[in-house]
Each structure stands twice: as C-alpha cells, then as structure tokens.
C-alpha cells in the first residue's frame, strides 16, 4: 500500500517537476512568475484530447505512437505558443513594472482558460488512455504501462533540458542571461532571444506535463491549470527558485508528499498539501530546501 | 465663502475642487436612481454594480495603491457570504450580526497569509494569494455538512431593519448605496493620509520607502487587510441580497475579474476602480442572452490590451495639484534659515550639540571575491560637513550604504547618537534621523514633488490608521503641519513652481534638490549625500554648495560623497581620501588633494 502510494507520487512528481521546471526557468531569466505557461499546460491536453481520435485512426495498430505523437505536436505547439507569448505579452512590456508584466502573462492565462472553455467545452472531458495500456505488478505494487510511460518521459526530458543548459551553446547562452543579463549583452547574446526561447521551451514542458497529467486522471478540463499551476510552482519554491536541480526535488518531494497524504485525507483535498508546503517554505525558508549553488542555476 | 471654507481646511483645497463636482452630482444620481428605475431586474443589476464597485475599490487599495498583487482577493468575498451563510443557515444568526464576525474573520485570514508572505518579493504574494483563493474555493466546495457543498446554502434568515423585512432589490440598494460611500470616503481618507502615501512609496520604490522611514512590510500589510475587510463586509450584504451562497460566485475567474476592473479602471484611481467595477457587471449581465460565456475572452482580452496599450487604465490616477494654505502668502521669500524650526531635533538623541554623532567602527564589506570595504572607520562630528573623495570602485557609496542600513557588513559597528544602530532596518535608521539621497535620485512618479516631500516626513506622523479613518484632530494637525514644511522647504529650496508636478520629469539639478528637501522633511540630524553635484551645471553646483552651507548652519551633520572639487573645497570641514575599499588619507580639503597617496590613487603611478 505504501509502496503503492510512493509509486503513484513519483509519477505524478514527475509531471509537477516538468512544470516547475518551466517556473524555474523563466524565473532564472527575467524574475517574472509566467502565468501564461498554466494557460499552456492546459492548451497542451486538450491539443491531446482532441487530435487523439484521429491519430488512432491513422495508426489503428500502435495506441503508444498516436499517443508519442500527439504528445509530440502539444509539447511543439504549446512551444510556439509560448514563444508568441513572449513577444507579445512580455516583450513589448520588458521596462515595465514587475506587476504590469504579471498581470500580462495572467490575461494571457486567463485568455487560453475562457477560449478553450467557449470553443470547446465548458465541462470536464473525459481522456481515454491510448489503447494497449496494460497494468502489471511488481512487489505488490500495480504500474500501470501509461504510468511508465509518464515516469520515462519526464525524466528523459528532464534529464535533456539539463544536458542542454549545461553543455548546449543556446544552454549556456541561457545560463549567462540568467547569470548576469548586462554581461551577457557584452559578450554578444542575444538575450530577447535567449528569454524568447525560455519561453517556449517551459511552455512546452508545460503543454507536454498537460497531456501527462490528463492522461493519468482520466480527466481534463478548462480550470485545470489553476490548481497544478499552484502545485508546479509550490515545487518550484520548495526547491528554490532558480535552481533546475531544486526544481526536480521539489516536483518529485511534492509528488510523493501528496501521495503520501491521501492516508490522511480524502484525495480532493490534496492541494491542501501544495498550499501548506508553500505557506512553511516560504515562512521558513524561502530560498527553497536546497542550498543554492550558482553553477546549477538558470 | 465656501472657498474661503475649503481654503481653511488645506490639504483637501486642491483636489475639492474637480471632486466637489463630480461626487455631489455622482451622490445625486445615486439617491435619485431607485425612484426612476422601477424594474425590480435592473435595480438588482444595479445592486451587483456597486457590490462589483466595493469590491474592486478594496483591491485598488492592495494592487493599485501599494503594489501587492492579490489573486485570491475573491476568498475574502468568499469568506464573508460564508460566515452569514454558515452562521444564519446552521444558527439561524442575522446579517447585521454577521456583518462585524465576517470582517473578524477575514482580517484574521489576511494577517495569516500576509505576515510570512509580504517580506518577501511581491510577486511571492501572487501565487499565495492565488492558493488561497483555490483552498478556499475547495473548502466550501467539499464542507458539504458545513458549506452544503456544490448547492451551497439558502436557508439564511431574511435580513430585518427596524421591524422591515429586507428582500426587495431597491431595499438592498440603500444598505449598498451606503456602503459604497463608506468605502470611497474611507480609502479616499487613507490615500491621501501619510498612509496612503507609504502605500504609493511602496509600489513605486521599495527602497525608497524605506529610506523614508516606512515600515515597509507593516503597511504592505495594512493595505492586504484593508482590502480583505471590504471584500468580507460586503461579501456578507451580496449573500443576504441573493438570499443563496454558493461556490460558483467564488471561481479563481471571479478574482480575475476584480483585479482586471482595477487595471482596466486606473491602478491606484478610486473613481476608476468604480467605473472599472461598474463596466464589469454591464458587460457580464449583457452576456446573459447567449449561449457561452464570452465574460472570459473580453475581459482578458481588455486586461491585455490596456496593459499594453494604455497601462494607467481608463480613468488614470492624478497627480495632486500644488497644494497651499490659507496663510501661505506669508511664508513668500522666505530664507532656508527659517526652516530653523522645522529641523528642531526629536528628543534625546539629537540633545547632542557636540562630539561624535556617527561613528562607523572597522567596516568590513565583502561582494563574492570583492573587497569593498576593509576596515574602515569614519567618525563625524555635530555640525561637521565630511567629504568622501576618491576614485570610482573606491568603496564611497558602499560605505554610505553601510551606514544607511542598505547593506550589511561582514564587520563592524554603526553607531548613531550613542546608539548602536548595526543591525537595525534602514527604515528604523531613517526614523533615528539618519537620512540620505541617491546617486541616482529616487524620486517616486506616482506623487507630486510637493508628496514626495510630505511622504518623506512620514516618521512625524504619529497618528494610527484609524485616526486616519475617522479624521481626528491630532491626525489633520499633523497632516497640516506636514504641508506648511512642504511649502517652506519648496520656498526655500526654489521648487515652488514645480510643486504639482512629477518630479522625475525635471532637470538633473531639480531632481537633487528635491531629494534634498525630502531628506529635509524627514527632520534628520544628518544627511548623508550621494554626489548631490553629478549631472549639474557651474552655477547649480554654486547654488547646491551654498545650500549645504545653509543646511549646516541649521545645526545639521552633512556627510558628502562628491567628485567635484570645487564643492568638496568650498563646504568640506573634512575630507576623507578613499581608494580600494580602504582611508587613505584624511584632514583639511588642502592637504588631502595635495597628499600624495590621494593624487596616485586618481592619476596611477
């Protein structure tokens, strides 16, 4: 039951940490908490939702490729939807006071939640798992294959952001804005872009975190930004703000936190957990539980 | 006559005069409507528009006057339908009852999620308020043998006044009516009290605010629970009106709303956060006849627009007009030496007519691998003028800032009026008498050059929030004695002229000035001044040294980092020679700019 339970939180930890990653990021740029990027999460479940039916009937055979696939396209637009964004809705406000900006990034937020409310639907839509999800059990413990799928995925492209940051040109480019934006102009980045393409690459995190956690509850609807994104961020706070390292603790810690509390509490109070954590972290230690180290930031 | 009245009662003088307009004629409209408008439906819109006004007032005060971005403002609305809700449903507890218990509740919730989030950065703020709103949405959600869930609950006993049950639309209306004129005058009152002002330093600047002595998070937190009382007193009125609380009237969408009313009506503009209020329930009831719900995509849409196109909203906040006093045609030509009583030392500490008044012992400053500051110790005299020369990157302003509080040293010790004032806030140094300007001045646009300067006299102000409230006299002889300094200093300063208007629009030299008078109002016992003469021209830099002589001759303590030389020979008693972070050489101006340490640390070897 407890292994259980720590399972269920590490695969659902793997999707805050896509999240708060994306928090993160863009926070190591430009001090800026993007709201807009929960508008993406919720933009990339239902390109999900609603390109899944037809994918299947493309590739009757492979429920995962339709799924690989849609989950790919929602990772790209939500990307590019990210980076417009950014040049929209931060850009020409980059001088601006802090809560000008804020305010901005939540209107887009806003925008995403009522457009796919109107155009959609306003009521929670079901998500069925791609076909050919099988459930097996280790030690007592039932893992679903979409489960795996989830839990490989995050890490991968966890691990891929990582890899790309610290080793990539743009990856350091990245690390030099987020560093010390005056020198980095000095020696030639171009930063806009730099922050432009933050933006995309933590909207598509998000998007692909969106069809993930859909998936995994069976469940998507308009309003599902608002709860995860207090929870991505709760991850991202716990970790520290800034640190991509603290970002993956954070994610997973929340994750198995909460899981963990459904012992306690009927599982719709579970954003209780993300509320608490927050309000302690930042009450006692608001630069995260992990010491910062500059070479880990972004 | 009634000018003549008005003119009595200074500070209000200038802004009466577009106010006396609009608000009888708004106050008319308002008593008039009911007997004009006889559809009970319309009425009940009506109703919604001045709940929405109330609402969106109370956030202007949060967002729009000290900054602080609230997205969760609806729980508080929540909170007060719920408190009658619970209370009248399970208890069977009336409104007016519900009322005062309501506005407990909700100042108790806002000091628990302010206190350990206002110290940090604002937007900290956002997403806690933002978890706030959602536990809070949950919780009435899921309580269901409290909250009655999904359905909420409508079992509230009808409201009485004075034997009359209250259920018509129009019976609510006088009871909000009220309300909304409450609310205006009240926060009209905070804003232009010393209060509001902290509140506009705060989201302009928060370290100037507090080099201006502001309790930077306290005020932060007033204005969080001004904003939560008015959301909880008439979220109890709106539950009583719809004689039904449920959770859909208090969706995250909902704070989302009042905030975009606030932006799209002017942040920090009290009649632009009622007509903000007011556009929203007109678009949002216009929206009934179709299918979908377009509130959503217009008022986003709105919000971004106006934040990219027009960010002081429809109806912006002013800036106030010069303001005068009915008797300040005698303080015309009036000599800085005058201002002798303005600058009279606050008990004690400035009883000192001579001997050391600061003293800064062995301070250390370490940036990463730099050493700004090693060992360095400065002791000023009552009445002494010190000049801090020496080459950029020498350490001068980190020592400045040392001793102001803005930074704290590794080692070392401040001591200020026999008071060891090393690990204090700069907010309570600046209250000690400690005052500074900028090496790039930090004035606050969103006030008047004439504010700036009252703002800055802000630890004169000894009166509560509630004399504020409520007016009382000690609180408007305050206020009043604050606006006589403001002319006097202006007067004797030269910035009469650009009194009403915004002070980060002047000239380089009028900017220094201003801060000057700033550090003035605070009524220092010394001024520590951050190259006053950068940016000024011959005959400024003249002007600036005689004031300072002038400011001395007060009985002020002048510290001085300056790189013109002409300045530091006409005023310095002393001048102190810095380089890398340590004294290289001190004494008369003469012989330190003729010392041979000082000349290298300028020229190389």
Known sequence: ?????????????????????????????????????????????????????????????????????????????????????????????????????????????????????????????????????????????????????????????????YEFIKYAKTGRAIRAVASNTNSAVVLGINTTFTVVLVFGIAAALAGIAGVLVSNAYGVASFTMGEIIGLKGFTAAVLGGMGNLWGAVVGGFALGILESLATFFMPSQWTPVVAFAVLILVLAFRPTGILPSRSADRA | MVRNLLNRTGSLHSRMNSAAIYVPIAIAIGILLPFVVHSGYIVDIIDDMVIWAVLTIGLNVVVGFAGLLDLGYIAFFAIGGYTFGVLGSHFGIGMWISIPLAVVLVLIASVIIGIPTLRLRSDYLAIMTLGFGEIIYLSVNNLNQWTGGPNGLYNMPTPKFFGTNLVQPT????????????????????????????????????????????????????????????????????????????????????????????????????????????????????????????????????????????????????????????????????????????????????????????????????????????????????????????????????????????????????????????????????????????????????????????????????????????????????????????IELMEALGLSEIAGHNPTDQSYGMQRKCEIARCLALHPSIILLDEPAAGMNNSETNELADLLLRIRHLGLTLVLIEHDMSIVRAVSDRVIAMDRGRIIATGDANTVLLDENVVRSYLGN
């Open chain 2, 171 to 486: 019976q609510f209306y006088w009871f909000l009516l009220l309300l909304l004129v409450i609310t205006v005058l009240v926060v009209h009152r905070l804003r232009y009290s010393h209060v509001g002002r902290a509140w506009l330093a705060i989201r302009q600047d928060e370290l100037a605010a507090r080099a201006n002595g502001v309790q930077v998070v306290r005020y932060k937190l007033y204005a969080y629970m001004c904003g939560a009382f008015w959301a909880g007193a008439v979220g109890v009125l709106f539950a009583a009106k719809e004689t039904i609380v449920s959770p859909t009237s208090f969706q995250f969408s909902q704070s989302f709303y009042v905030l975009s009313a606030v932006i799209i009506g002017g942040m920090g503009s009290i009649p632009g956060a009622v007509i903000g209020g007011f556009l929203f329930v007109i678009i949002s009831e216009s929206m009934q006849g179709f299918a979908q719900n377009y509130s959503g995509i217009i008022f986003s849409t709105a919000l971004l627009i106006v934040i990219l196109v027009r960010p002081k909203g429809l109806w912006p906040a002013a800036l106030s007009k010069r303001k005068k006093t009915s008797d300040a045609g005698e303080h015309r030509g009036l000599e800085l030496s005058h201002l002798k009583k303005i600058v009279e030392f606050p008990g004690g500490l400035n009883g000192l007519s001579e001997g050391p008044l600061l003293n800064a012992q062995n301070i250390s400053v370490r940036f990463g691998g730099v050493q700004a500051l090693e060992d360095v110790s400065l002791s000023v005299n009552v009445g002494e003028i010190v000049s801090i020369i020496g080459p950029n990157g020498a350490g001068k302003t980190t020592l400045l800032n040392a001793i102001s509080g803005f930074i704290k040293p590794q080692t070392g010790h401040v001591v200020f009026g026999g008071k060891d004032l090393t690990k204090t806030s700069v907010d309570y140094r600046s209250r000690q008498g400690l005052a500074r300007t900028f090496q790039t001045p930090r004035l606050l646009p969103t006030l008047s050059v004439q504010d700036n300067i009252i703002q800055a006299a802000h630890r004169n102000f000894r009166s509560s929030v509630f004399s504020v409230i409520f007016g009382i006299r000690k609180q408007r002889r305050e206020e009043y004695t604050a606006l006589t300094e403001s």
């Open chain 1, 1 to 161: 039951m407890l292994l259980q339970e720590l399972f269920n939180g590490i695969v659902i930890g793997s999707s805050y940490t896509l999240l708060a990653l994306g928090f993160t990021l863009v926070w190591g740029m430009i001090r800026l908490i993007n709201f807009a990027q929960i508008g993406l999460y919720t933009l990339g479940a239902y390109v999900a939702l609603l390109l899944m039916p037809s994918l299947e009937r493309l590739f009757p055979t492979s429920g995962w490729l339709s799924f690989l696939i849609a989950l790919l396209l929602s990772g790209l637009l939500a990307g590019l939807a990210g980076v417009a964004v950014a040049l929209i809705a931060w850009w020409p406000i980059r001088h601006a006071p802090v809560i000008s900006i804020l305010v901005s990034s939540l209107a887009v937020f806003l925008m995403i939640e009522s457009l796919i409310e109107v155009l959609v639907s306003p009521l929670p839509m079901v998500v069925k798992p791609p076909i050919q999800n099988q459930s097996f059990s280790i030690i007592g413990t039932h893992i679903s294959s979409l489960q795996m799928v989830i839990l490989v995925i995050s890490v991968i492209l966890t691990f891929a952001l």
